[in-house]
Each structure stands twice: as C-alpha cells, then as structure tokens.
C-alpha cells in the first residue's frame, strides 16, 4: 500500500493552462504538505496544512491554491501556469505531535512549454 | 531562524571509499534531524534520524550523529556501493507541531565501480 500518493507522476502543459495535482495519504497523519523541487533540487515548501486548516503559505503566488477536502487529501490546482512553474512538486505528510519524520511522495513532474 | 547547510556536489566516489557529507543547522529551538535520500525519478525516503542530542541515527550502513556543541548531522558510510548512487538532504523539524521541514540544498553522490 502507498503511503503517500500523488498523481499524475508527469504532466506536460502549455502555457496560460489551468491544472490540478492530487495528494492522498493513508497513514492517518494530521498534516500535509506541499514542496517545490527546482531544477538544482532545492526544495522548498509551499503549503502547509493541519486537518484541513492552512498553516503555512510561503508566499506562493496566488495561482496556487491549495484544497484540503478531508484529512487526508491535499490537492494542488495551479491557475495560468507559467514557465517558472516547471518543477517537481512533492506531497508530504507527518505527525505533528511527534518527533517523526515527513512521508513524501513521489513527485509529479510539471513541464511547461 | 532555521536553516540547513550542506556540502555542495556532487561527490564522486570509488566502491567501497568512506562517504562524509557534511551538514550544520541553525535552529531556535530543540529540532530533530533527519537525513533524507533521492533516488533517481523518485521521492524523498527517509534514511535515518536524530530527535536529540548525541543521538546517533543509523541505517543501511549510514551513520549521523547529533552534535549540539557543532551544531552539525554529518552523515557517514564506511564502504559505499554502486547502489547509494542518489541525492542526500539533510533536514531539520524546529520541533514537533511546528509544520515545517527545512532542508538543505542536497548533495549529489556518485559512486563508480
């Protein structure tokens, strides 16, 4: 069983494109994640969200919205996709009450072209 | 603030050599560590962790230890195979329910038979 899973794994699109990633975990954790892998494998973190409620929001352009329908699904819909958004996008998720790690899945590769 | 420094790659190794990547925080708090690695096209897997001081996470041959006085997670294999071919990032959790992870930049390995 995946812990963590997202879909779709690739996704090509053109520019001024309006597309959505999902995210689903089965580990019954509390918080979930959204992080941006460039192209030098930096990550960095968009959103955070604990049982359904937005945390953290890193200054994402407001293309990028988040939705949490229950606990366990965090979706990412992005609005007139840029060039710049060409990335790797991982959903993550953990317990907040515990010294444990995050669970990641395994990426969707976004082209924009 | 938090952060997470590593060392850049990628780091090139012969089968069997000793792998040191090296890793400092800053952090406000007490956070936990993390050592996580990439696999080609894949997510992030968690390879060990550390949630005190002098700790010592271990896996698969992969050693870190918790340094509080360094501020450091050094991550160590004493003979490295073909197979630890990925990615390392190091990580830190400022503490528990905070709903963030910082990662450093990552660090490429290769190892050449």
């Known amino acids: 069983d995946t812990a963590v899973s997202q879909t779709p794994k690739y996704l090509v699109t053109q520019m001024g494109n309006d597309k959505s990633i999902k995210c689903e975990q089965n580990?019954?954790?509390?918080?979930m994640y959204w992080y941006k892998q460039d192209s030098k494998k930096f990550l960095k973190i968009m959103f955070s969200?604990?049982?359904?409620?937005?945390?953290i929001n890193e200054t994402v352009p407001n293309r990028f919205s988040p939705k949490s329908p229950d606990k366990a699904h965090l979706n990412l819909h992005i609005n007139s996709l840029e060039l710049g958004d060409s990335a790797v996008y991982f959903c993550?998720?953990?317990?907040?009450?515990?010294?444990?790690?995050?669970?990641f899945g395994q990426g969707t590769r976004l082209t924009v072209v | 603030g938090n952060s997470v420094t590593q060392m850049e790659g990628p780091v090139t190794l012969s089968e069997e050599a000793f792998l040191t990547i090296n890793c400092t925080y800053t952090?406000?708090?007490?956070?936990?560590l993390f050592w996580y690695v990439q696999y080609p096209g894949e997510g992030l897997q968690l390879l060990l962790k550390?949630?005190?001081?002098?700790d010592k996470g271990s896996n698969k041959g992969f050693e870190a230890t918790y340094r509080k006085e360094t501020t450091s997670f050094h991550l160590e294999k004493g003979s490295v195979q073909v197979s630890d071919s990925a990615v390392y990032f190091c990580?830190?959790?400022?503490?528990?329910?905070?709903?963030?992870?910082?990662f450093g930049s990552g660090t490429k390995l290769n190892v050449k038979p």
């Open positions: 990580a830190l959790s400022p503490f528990p329910g905070f709903n963030k992870f910082y």
């Open positions: 969200y604990n049982n359904k409620e937005l945390i």
């Open positions: 580990l019954g954790h509390d918080t």
């Open positions: 550390a949630t005190k001081a002098d």
């Open positions: 952090a406000t708090g007490y956070p936990s």
């Open positions: 993550a998720s953990s317990h907040p009450g515990r010294n444990t790690e995050a669970f």
